[in-house]
């Protein structure tokens, strides 16, 4: 690993995360106009199960370990499919259909926050071009 490389889902890449989030203006602009809640599990990865979160209300997005509260969606999903949706070798809408990953909560607040995954979707393409995924 580089000296500026992040292993996937490990404490210095959620902390990677947090910090893109916070200094992120497109998320900082959904903010404003969404408030939602986002869990993510994912099982069986090198360090075990990992769960984190997206946070957005009050103007505000910040991220970090562990679950959302107040929490309005949950996604699960082991390691493979996590890793292989994040390296764009797995269609993040065909894992759904499939049940690869499984969706618990407000489907219609989901639906709702499509402009805070796209600004999201932002951030992990920066955080993406120094992590390694093993």
Excluded: C
């Amino acid at each position: 690993m580089s000296n500026n490389a992040v292993r996937y889902l490990s404490l210095e890449w959620i902390d990677a995360l947090t910090k893109a989030v916070a200094a992120n203006e497109a998320m900082a602009a959904v903010a404003g106009d969404h408030t939602v809640g986002i869990t993510q599990t994912v099982t069986g990865g090198p360090e075990g199960d990992v769960t984190y979160h997206l946070q957005v209300a009050d103007g505000r997005a910040t991220f970090g370990a562990g679950a959302a509260f107040p929490e309005d969606v949950r996604f699960e999903q082991d390691w493979e499919t996590a890793t292989a949706v994040a390296t764009d070798k797995l269609n993040a809408q065909q894992a759904f259909i499939t049940g690869r990953i499984r969706l618990y909560g407000d489907q219609e607040k989901l639906v709702a926050s499509t402009p805070v995954f796209a600004a999201l979707d932002g951030v992990f393409t920066t955080v993406r071009t120094f992590t390694e995924y093993r």
